[in-house]
């Protein structure tokens, strides 16, 4: 069976329960996506959890749509990493041109 992930929630492990998750999402997904484009074009740069706040929305709804963007091409790191409220370092994204036109 082939992977569809971009296109649908992805799924790890062999348990169900990331599968399970991946299926209760997959009715957000689009509007979820379509929040993240918004709000880094809103923003221009910036890390998830600086998106998050924007967005108005759990990291764990937006976070895995800016992974699954950035596997479809519409968003991209700057190259650029600024430290999270944890101290850890985390990507810069952006929208790429197949992402403004999305909008």
Avoid at 59 to 64: A, G, H, I, K, T
Avoid at 86 to 97: H, Q
Wanted: net charge positive.
């Amino acid at each position: 069976m082939a992977n569809p992930y971009p296109d649908a929630p992805g799924a790890k492990g062999p348990d169900g329960t990331s599968q399970e998750a991946a299926a209760a999402i997959q009715p957000s997904v689009t509007r979820l996506r379509r929040l993240a484009l918004r709000t880094l074009g809103q923003l221009g740069a910036a890390t998830v959890l600086e998106a998050v706040p924007v967005a108005g929305v759990p990291r764990e709804s937006l976070q895995p749509r800016f992974s699954e963007l950035r596997a479809m091409g519409l968003v991209e790191a700057t190259g650029e990493r600024r430290r999270n409220p944890n101290g850890k370092s985390a990507a810069v994204l952006r929208l790429t041109d197949e992402g403004r036109a999305a909008l």
